[in-house]
């Protein structure tokens, strides 16, 4: 586990230092990806569905703020919705207005989770949405899941029935706008989804808030699990079909993603957990405090190792010798002046036999005197 929580520290630093550039690219690949599905799903407008006009316009979306990539998938879902009928763009674009002129313009933010929510639905892995944004957020997101889930439905009933979407005249767009209000709007799958994701997102908000240890991963298991039962349940009571290995496997995405923001998002350790009490003049105060789990991220130091140097071989009787100038050079002029000069000849001979009587006499009277001891 160490090992985790010090590549989670290391991505931690590199994100806090480069963080507008994690930001764009992020923004780009959700572009691209938002583009290439609305695309792929409901790519009418043969100019609009190219690959080269999806990836300009995802570069262009990059350098704006992220309401402009919203903006820009719903002017490219109004297109397509152009080419099929008027009638399907009539109704899309009213649903649009509705949902930027209550609620988006009052919370931008949002906006992004109507994209989102689309791309999971054309992913497969629906149910990441509400166990994710009920970690990170609170409950006003349930409004922009409702709304990005109707998106989605309105682009599959469209892309299933753009053939019989004909008609001319006011009568012929009349029935087209009732026709599509009424399998949009009157889709029991729909709002099987819907009120599975507002259950499931109000469960695991209301349990990852609890002072229970562990409590984000009961609050991820209990979110899958109600996915799981609310879809089958209202299926066998409506008889709707969905595929159960999609539900499986798309609530087991939902797990996977929702650990992964518990480590990024609420990494604690429950066993030096405390229960603190205390009080003033009018209440009484319980608190459970629980520290951060946080492990240091070991430093790397890096050795440089010099090259190999090349070692000149010198002749040692030329080391001697430059040793041997040195050392005159450095000794003083004084002390080779004042160095007695050695005798030579018979007097130094009668010089060496005075200084020999001489230490005989001290060392007899040394014991004479016993002056040894």
Known sequence: MDSIFVIRGR??????????IFDKAVQFVVALAAFYLINDNVGFLSAAASPVATLALSIICTFFPPIITVLAATALILAHMYAVSLGALAVTAMVFLIMYIFYFRLTPKMAMVVLLTPIAF?????YVIPVAYALVTGPICLIAISCGTIVYYMMAYVKTAAAGMEGE????????????????????????VIVAFIICFLLVYTLRRQAMDHAWKIAIGAGAVANILLIVIGDIALGVHTSYVSLILGNIAAVVIGLILELFFFSVDYTRSENLQYEDDEYYYYVKAVPKLSVATPEKT??????????????PREVR????????????????KERPMPKKGPSAKRHDMEEVDKMLLTQSLKNDLSLDK
């Open 11 to 20: 991505l931690q630093e590199l994100y806090a230092s480069h963080s507008r």
């Open 321 to 336: 010798r430059r040793a041997g100038r040195v050392r005159k050079a450095e000794a003083p002029e004084k002390s080779r």
């Open 122 to 126: 054309m992913l497969k892995i629906p």
């Open 302 to 315: 890096v050795k440089r190792i010099n090259e190999r140097q090349e070692t000149e071989i010198i002749d």
């Open 169 to 192: 005249g006011a009568e012929g767009l009349m029935g087209q706008i009732s026709a599509y209000v009424k399998q949009v709007f009157q889709n029991k799958e729909m709002w099987i």
